[in-house]
C-alpha cells in the first residue's frame, strides 16, 4: 500500500500569509492521481485541486498544486480567513486510495 | 446537480451487521466509479472501498478486507456499503463519494455509524 505523509501536521498563521503544506508518497506515483481536499468542521470535504496541479471550478487562485514523483505541494498564497480549515492529499494511483494524515490550518 | 445521500447508519453492537446505502442523482450514476470514505471522531480521512460503474471491480482497505462488501444497483442509481463483524473501530462519519477521472468531484453528507455495546 501507498503511504501518504502530509508536513506539518498542523500550523498557525496569519490571514494573509504564504502558507506551504507538503505531501509525500512512500513510493512514486503519478502527478495524474495526486489530489487535495479541504474540510471544515461538521462538512464533507471538498476538492481543491487534481492531477497535483489542476485548480477544481470554482476554487480561488490563490490555491496552487505541484509536484511529481513522491514529492508534492500545496500553496495557499495568501490566507483568507475561509480557509482555516483541515487540508488532506490523496492519492489514487492505486487501490488502496490513501489519504494524508491532514494539516490543520489555524489562526495564530 | 449531483446529489449523494447515504443512509442507514446508525448504533450496533460489536459483532454486528448494518447496511449502508447512498441515494445519487444528478448524473449518470452507471459511468461512474464510486467510493465509501470514513472519518472517525477528530481523526482524519480513511479511504474504505470502491467499484468500477458497471460494478465488475472492487477494492477495500486493508482494515476491512473480507467484512465489508460494496456493491451497487444501475438500475436504481444507488451504491451500498454491507458491513459485517463490526468493531469498535469502525464507529465513524461513512461518506459516499463519487469519482471521476481519479479524482472524488462529489461527496455526500455523511452518516454515522457508532459501534458500542
Known amino acids: 500500500d501507498i503511504q501518504m505523509t502530509q508536513s506539518p501536521s498542523s500550523l498557525s498563521a496569519s490571514v494573509g500569509d504564504r502558507v506551504t503544506i507538503t505531501c509525500r508518497a512512500s513510493?512514486?506515483?503519478?502527478?495524474?492521481?495526486l489530489n487535495w481536499y479541504q474540510q471544515k468542521p461538521g462538512k464533507a470535504p471538498k476538492l481543491l485541486m487534481y492531477?497535483?496541479?489542476s485548480l477544481q471550478s470554482g476554487v480561488p487562485s490563490r490555491f496552487s498544486g505541484s509536484g511529481s514523483g513522491t514529492d508534492f505541494t500545496l500553496v495557499i498564497s495568501s490566507l483568507q480567513p475561509e480557509d482555516f480549515a483541515i487540508y488532506y492529499c490523496?492519492?489514487?494511483?492505486?487501490?488502496?486510495?490513501?489519504f494524508g494524515q491532514g494539516t490543520k490550518v489555524d489562526i495564530k | 446537480e449531483v446529489q449523494l445521500l447515504e443512509s442507514g447508519g446508525g448504533l450496533v453492537q460489536p459483532g454486528g451487521s448494518l447496511r449502508l446505502s447512498c441515494a445519487t442523482s444528478?448524473?449518470?450514476?452507471?459511468?461512474?466509479?464510486m467510493s465509501w470514505v470514513r472519518q472517525a471522531p477528530g481523526r482524519g480521512l480513511e479511504w474504505v472501498s470502491a467499484?468500477?460503474?458497471?460494478?465488475?471491480?472492487?477494492y477495500y482497505a486493508d482494515s476491512v478486507k473480507g467484512r465489508f462488501t460494496i456493491s451497487r444497483d444501475n438500475s436504481k442509481n444507488t451504491l451500498s456499503l454491507q458491513m459485517n463483524s463490526l468493531r469498535a473501530e469502525d464507529t465513524a462519519v461513512y461518506y459516499c463519494?463519487?469519482?471521476?477521472?481519479?479524482?472524488?468531484?462529489?461527496w455526500g453528507q455523511g452518516t454515522l455509524v457508532t459501534v458500542s455495546s
Open positions: 444528478g448524473f449518470t450514476f452507471s459511468s461512474s466509479d
Open positions: 490523496q492519492q489514487s494511483y492505486s487501490a488502496p486510495y490513501t
Open positions: 467499484i468500477t460503474g458497471g460494478g465488475s471491480g472492487t
Open positions: 492531477a497535483a496541479s
Open positions: 513510493q512514486r506515483i503519478s502527478s495524474n492521481f
Open positions: 463519494a463519487k469519482f471521476w477521472s481519479g479524482r472524488i468531484d462529489y
